[in-house]
């Protein structure tokens, strides 16, 4: 896979027309994944103002402090043709990307921007109105080219074989957090250049979706969900979860594990063209509701995936937006009972043509070690 067809030279073109077509002057991107996603450059957060302008009607730049300038130019982003304007520590680079952009209406603002640039912003261009830059490039976002979607099977290839690993490292007399050390060590192994999270739940802590982790120490028979992704060096993540059991499962347990197993099989087997996102969510939540476990799916079915673990489209109620080929999202329902345990299981899936692609195969049936 190359920095050409993952990060194209043509989607700078895309991205100035949508602005145009938003009815947008520019786009102002400061490092974060819109950034990255327009232009490739992984440019670290900083104090210090790195911001690509996308006017729609003239030529783009790149604001970049005299120190990142070998950075940016050594990133995808030289192959943009951009100007690469490089500020000294004694310049108002806000000032200078101003002066340069000329009076404007209407500017789309990272959505990431910290609020301290979007304010700096707001000073330089007092009677410019300030969106959401992502009212402008959800649309391409969303479509996955046959290029993010290899980068995307190759981070869920990677995940998948961290959940190959995962039976070996829980065990009764464990603590979560000496589990997710393991496995954020494995991540990392695989490919990944970042961890972004490691999930190990436990007994009662399987009941709280976002739970992290804590010192609590693994008892036989308990189940443990561990959901896990991270960033590969491309840019796009993974993100995968999976239920095991410490031991023989709890009857009850093991009953509602099999009515979610039956639900996220629904729920990826509606995945089609055309097919609304609200429907893909109905499909796991029916079944979960009339096996008596309605109130017990506390949140959506899925989220996109890409540059960002969780982006457009979103998998819920009252989401009617049609699914078309190329989205990429997770399906990932849960059942969750307070004080007692929970369960959740994960696949990232795309949207082709015909149906459905599932980017992540581990078995998805109960793994007892």
Known sequence: ???????????LAAV???????????????PGPDL????????????????????????????????????????????LGLDFVAWDETDDPYLIAADRLGPVGKVG??????????????DVLPDTEQVLA?????????????????????????????????????RAGRTEREVARDIAEAILA???ATVDFTIVASGPNGASPHHDVSDRVIQPGEPVVVDIGGQMPSGYCSDSTRTYCVGEPPAEFAAYYEVLRRAQDAACAA??????????????????????????????????????GHEDPYIVAGNGEP???????????????????????????????????????????????
């Open 323 to 369: 699914l078309e080929p190329g989205f990429a999202f997770s399906v990932e329902p849960g059942i969750y009972l307070p004080g007692a345990h929970g369960a959740r299981i994960e696949d990232i899936v795309v949207c082709t043509e015909s149906g459905v692609d599932r980017l992540n195969v581990t078995t998805r049936e109960l793994v007892v070690v």
């Open 190 to 192: 695989t490919g990944h």
């Open 36 to 79: 990255r996603y327009v232009s490739g450059y992984d440019a670290k957060p900083l104090e210090r103002l790195t911001c690509l302008v996308v006017p729609a009607a003239a030529d783009p730049f790149m604001m970049v402090p005299r120190l990142e300038l070998p950075a940016a130019q050594a990133s995808p982003a030289s192959r």
């Open 134 to 170: 992502g009212s402008v490039l959800r649309e391409l976002r969303m479509r996955k080219s046959p290029a993010e979607v290899a980068a995307l099977r190759e981070a869920g290839e990677a995940i998948d074989e961290v959940h190959r690993q995962v039976p070996g490292l829980l």
């Open 271 to 308: 995945v089609r063209p055309g097919v609304s996102c609200e429907s893909v969510d109905a499909a796991a939540r029916d079944i979960i509701t009339e096996a008596g476990y309605g109130d017990h799916f506390i949140h959506r079915t899925g989220h996109g995936i890409g540059v960002e």
């Open 16 to 30: 100035r027309e949508a602005t145009a077509k938003a009815g947008v002057d520019a786009l102002l991107l400061t």
């Open 1 to 11: 896979m190359t920095y050409s067809n993952l990060y194209p030279v043509s989607r």
């Open 109 to 122: 603002v990272a959505d990431r921007m910290w609020a301290m640039a979007s304010l700096r912003f707001r």
